[in-house]
């Protein structure tokens, strides 16, 4: 993993490079200039470090290229900031402010035979849901009842749908109640006035509720979420 905070900084500029080099392949005649294409893949070589390329492999690329679109790209950088502030990359140690650190999985204790589980898991849904990752939706939860132990109940049907569908996103389950009238199994409370649509319809489609406009509810938005899920047993 990266050490400096520095390389955060460089992995983003290659992430600009790369879409550059990409725009420039598929705006132009290049794909039909060999001479073209080996340039810029020197060039690539040079500014990008990662292991070397065989001449298949290389092939294939410029065979793939054709079918890439802006739509279809996601940028990750695996850093603390990965899905909000070490919800999934923990910083080590942070005592050392601008000095070096180590990265380990905030949820190592969850799968201990793969400790990125959680990581590996956010990947694959940016992966299969990119136009929810590029929304970044940030989304509470909160019950209306409490389990034995005192501690609010997360065991709807429903809402453990939405935890299994590994949409990347960070679902923050709430350590209060809430007093809602509903007959919904999972009510969607929407506060940003239908600002995350792709977000908003994935989790319509898995609960079969309409959002409500959270604006409008008087459900009080202590958290500041752009979206709120009231499990309701």
């Keep these: 993993s990266r050490q400096f905070t520095q390389d955060w900084g460089r992995a983003e500029r290659q992430q600009i490079f790369i879409q550059a ?3 420039r392949v598929l705006s132009s005649g290049t794909l ?3 001479t073209k ?3 810029l893949f020197g060039v690539f070589r040079e500014r990008i470090v990662f292991s070397q390329l065989s001449f298949g492999e290389i092939v294939e690329l410029i065979q793939l290229l054709p079918q890439l679109g802006n739509d279809k790209i996601s940028n990750v950088i695996l850093s603390p900031e990965l899905a909000g502030k070490e919800a999934l990359i923990n910083k080590q140690p942070h005592n050392r402010p601008g000095g070096p650190y180590y990265m380990v999985p905030t949820d190592w204790r969850i799968c201990l035979e793969n400790p990125f589980c959680k990581v590996h898991d956010y990947i694959s849904g940016v992966i299969n849901y990119p136009r929810v990752y590029s929304e970044q939706p940030k989304i509470g939860v909160i019950s209306t009842s409490k389990d ?9 049907e429903k809402y453990l749908e ?3 569908s590994k949409f990347p996103i960070i679902l923050k389950e709430e350590t209060k109640t809430a007093s809602i009238l509903t007959e919904d199994e999972v009510t969607i409370l929407d506060f940003t006035n239908g600002d995350k649509p ?4 994935s989790l319509q489609k ?3 509720n309409r959002a409500v406009n959270g604006s409008t509810s008087g459900f009080a938005n202590t958290g500041n979420y752009d979206i709120i899920l009231v499990v309701n047993l």
């Design 21 to 23: 080099v990409k725009d």
């Design 32 to 34: 039909l200039n060999p």
């Design 37 to 39: 294409i080996l340039n």
């Design 148 to 156: 034995s132990a005192g501690k609010p109940s997360f065991s709807s």
């Design 162 to 164: 939405i935890v299994d």
């Design 198 to 201: 792709y977000t908003l319809a």
């Design 206 to 208: 898995i609960t079969g």
